[in-house]
């Protein structure tokens, strides 16, 4: 190769293991690949010049199809139950309605060792508390089912398994039989940094307080769960979420004090980069291996490299060299949220912050520190500028106004709290130095939340598309120093992107009529989308797929309905009272509230009630107006409910038209009162999830339906009931097909299932 092509090998080369890996994401065997690296690094040895230049990315592009089906597709257990043994490596994590999240690694299935960790939950009765000693670095004993986490069945899903897979967890776990928790006998090093971790973050907490405590673990370990979800929310509102997730910002904190430590000393250069490597991989441990923090301690140790020892780099080509070591250490997080983020911010910074800085228009007018700040702020942010579109959907508009300051006060109050976290072995001083963290940190936080609260601080967006992505890059084209480009180029490129990214994101009218029924296993969530109406038909369990579908398409529905207040049909609201997606109108059946349900539900609705939402009750008779039809409630009957009954007994049932086509919704309504609501439809949506203990014969044949949906968690329920039904009348189910869309058009309906083609229901004699 010559100098130039040697010089350039590495951004192409990172480029060629991207494309592999994720060619590999959706290759189940790595042979091919392997196979096919042996004639590249032939070539590569072998050849000369261009030939081995491409023999160099063709190799890039080999390893990363192996590396990404390695990763995407390891081998797993069968799904059984399993005794248990694994060490704790995270916080404990509460959820609603009793729910307990643990990670575990180290983990022995049956005596035999498990290569992976395990993601456990289990629930606990509202008077019961966690077991005593349950704590990051304890190994705990149990019994419980092992399941394979799905990936995303529903349009814009959360995709569970890849989330777990990039925490090194490939296995679920659920249930807490013969529990026991002990110390580990053998040394665990996650266990042990989530041992030390959590006692720093308890000691922090005893001494500062449990607020700022709770801030002051964040900022140093990325502790984020301690910060309350409300503050979480103000800081994203005001674009400086990154402070409270511990990345280059933080690790570049450190390494500046690190530094002026240093100048004390004076140690030799290459001690210096040795005492640098040791206490950014002792901070890595201490933040559990979180992939930006790696990142970030990699990409400063290759600069300090070139520094200290008086060999330079190029920001480019640092960045691509721990993007390449970064993605073969762990290549399923090129999809992650954080992965993206944190590099792409850098590349904003390597690329586009230099011309900013180099074109300054006020170059007499402002100083040059408050310049260079500003194009470090508006770099990071055009790097972050399509991600943050793609997946949050919101522009913070005075992101760029607050970073500024945010960042030089969130600098200053990492430094004071790395001061109390060094001294707390010294308690007069760490204790004065504490007040002061306090005092500081209770500023910043009631100054972000005023600022969160002022209406419209944020612009919500709809879904980019191409037309973005294209839009975002002549953006970063007219601010890049490396083109060498005239001001009238520049300017042209950057009117183009400004106005292709802001026409892009407009609102498209919607003109169809669909019914959206979500996959999320033994509960029910779905959306009718009837042109610009929206309604939601029961919101699943609080997992947040109901809101992200809505946030990302930015749908406010116009009324909620829920056909009894289970965690499973009504558990979502909490998701979209979280995700600010407001509630003008609830319509619940009748007597829905005197039934036997949990009491987080009661308190969930007086909080809607607080809120503003409006509570109406249904029963037999009354209708909804649709602009492609209406919903009729069938059952239950208002005056004749009883109380502290079981709300399935009293599950709203409904006959939706749309568009001359009738689905008959029987929500969890048991075998015993099915037949007060049996009308003939041409669609059921079947009770209860598909259980035995609804839809009886007689049921069947009263509603005659020419197609069967099934919200169930189960593919053996789907094929129970495909012996139930006749021949003609299909059968779905989001167990096999994930989330179902029914789109409705001319008297007609097609279902179109998320992991299949779509298909056409059978003509009916209507």
Not at 79 to 97: K, M, P, T
Not at 509 to 523: K, L
Not at 534 to 543: E, K
Not at 608 to 628: C, F, M, N, Q, V
């Amino acid at each position: 190769m010559t100098p130039r092509q040697r010089s350039w090998l590495l951004p192409p080369a990172v480029l060629a293991l991207i494309a592999g890996i994720l060619i590999g994401r959706g290759t189940p065997s790595p042979a091919f690949a392997l196979v096919a690296c042996l004639p590249v690094l032939a070539a590569m040895l072998l050849g000369k010049g261009l030939l081995r230049f491409i023999a160099c990315l063709v190799l890039s592009l080999a390893v990363g199809t192996a590396a990404g089906s390695l990763a995407w597709h390891p081998s797993l257990p069968p799904e059984a139950d399993y005794d248990v043994q694994g060490v704790i490596i995270d916080e404990i994590r509460s959820g609603h309605f009793g729910q307990v999240r643990v990670k575990l690694t180290h983990v022995t299935l049956n005596g035999r060792e498990h290569s992976g960790g395990a993601y456990w939950t289990f629930y606990l009765s509202e008077d019961e508390e966690l077991p005593a000693g349950l704590e990051p670095g304890k190994m705990v004993s149990f019994r419980s089912g092992l399941y394979h986490p799905s990936g995303s069945v529903n349009p814009d899903g959360y995709d569970f398994r890849e989330e777990l897979l990039r925490d090194g967890i490939n296995v679920g776990l659920y249930g807490k039989e013969n529990l026991a928790v002990s110390d580990p006998p053998f040394f665990s090093f996650p266990g042990t940094a989530a041992s030390v971790r959590h006692r720093l973050t308890a000691m922090l907490v005893d001494r500062m307080g449990e607020e700022t405590g709770g801030y002051t673990a964040a900022l140093l370990f990325g502790q984020r769960s301690l910060v309350p979800s409300e503050d979480r929310d103000a800081f994203s509102r005001l674009g400086i979420a990154h402070l409270l997730s511990v990345s280059g910002f933080h690790v570049g904190i450190l390494v500046g004090l690190l530094a002026l430590l240093f100048r004390l000393f004076h140690p030799r250069p290459v001690l210096r980069l040795v005492l640098y490597a040791v206490i950014l991989a002792a901070y890595c441990a201490l933040c559990g291996m979180n992939p930006p923090v790696v990142r970030a301690s990699l990409l400063m140790l290759v600069s300090l490299y070139g520094k200290i020892l008086n060999r330079p780099r190029s920001g480019l080509h640092c960045l691509c060299a721990v993007l390449y070591i970064m993605l073969l250490w762990s290549p399923v997080q090129l999809t992650g949220v954080s992965f993206l983020l944190t590099f792409s911010a850098v590349l904003g910074l390597t690329l586009v912050t230099p011309g900013i800085t180099q074109h300054n228009p006020f170059r007499r007018r402002l100083p040059r520190w408050l310049w260079d700040s500003a194009a470090v702020v508006l770099g990071a942010q055009l790097g972050v500028l399509l991600p943050e579109l793609w997946f949050f959907q919101k522009l913070p508009l005075l992101g760029f106004l607050v970073s500024i300051p945010a960042t030089a006060y969130a600098s200053a109050l990492i430094a004071l709290d790395w001061a109390v976290l060094l001294l707390l072995p010294v308690p007069v001083i760490s204790v004065f130095l504490a007040s002061l963290a306090s005092a500081a940190t209770s500023l910043l936080t009631g100054l972000v939340r005023s600022l969160a609260a002022v209406p419209g601080i944020s612009l919500w967006v709809h879904s980019p598309s191409v037309f973005t992505v294209f839009g975002v890059l002549l953006l970063a084209a007219a601010l890049c120093a490396m083109l060498r480009l005239s001001r009238k180029a520049r300017a042209c490129l950057l009117a183009a992107g400004v106005a292709l990214t802001g026409i892009s994101l407009l609102p498209v009218p919607h003109a169809a009529t669909e019914y959206i029924q979500f996959s999320v296993g033994n509960a029910d969530a779905a959306v009718l989308w009837d042109q610009d109406r929206v309604v939601v038909m029961d919101t699943g369990t609080d997992d947040g797929v109901l809101s992200s579908f809505l946030r990302r398409r930015r749908l406010n529905p116009d009324a909620v309905v829920l056909t009894h207040l289970h965690t499973d049909h009504a558990g979502g609201l909490r998701s979209m009272l979280d995700d600010e997606i407001p509630v003008p109108l609830l319509l619940l059946p009748a007597g829905a509230e005197d039934q036997l349900i949990h009491e987080d539900m009661i308190a969930l609705l007086a909080e809607l009630h607080a809120s503003g939402t409006e509570i109406r009750y249904l029963g037999k008779g009354d209708e909804l107006p649709l602009p492609s039809g209406n919903l009729s409630v069938l059952w239950p009957e208002s005056g004749k409910t009883r109380s502290a009954q079981d709300a399935n007994n009293y599950s709203l049932v409904s006959l939706l038209t749309l568009d001359g086509v009738t689905m008959l919704q029987a929500g969890d309504i048991s075998g015993a009162y099915e037949m007060y609501s049996a009308v003939p439809a041409d669609l059921l949506k079947a009770a209860h999830h598909g259980s035995s203990s609804s839809s009886s014969e007689a049921y069947l044949a009263a509603v005659a339906p020419q197609a069967v949906l099934l919200s169930c968690k189960s593919v053996s329920r789907h094929d129970a009931w495909a012996e139930r039904v006749s021949p003609d009348t299909a059968l779905w189910s989001t167990a096999r097909s994930g989330a179902l869309t029914l789109r409705f058009e001319d008297g007609h309906v097609t279902v179109i299932p998320y992991l299949s083609p779509e298909m056409p229901i059978p003509e009916s004699d209507r």
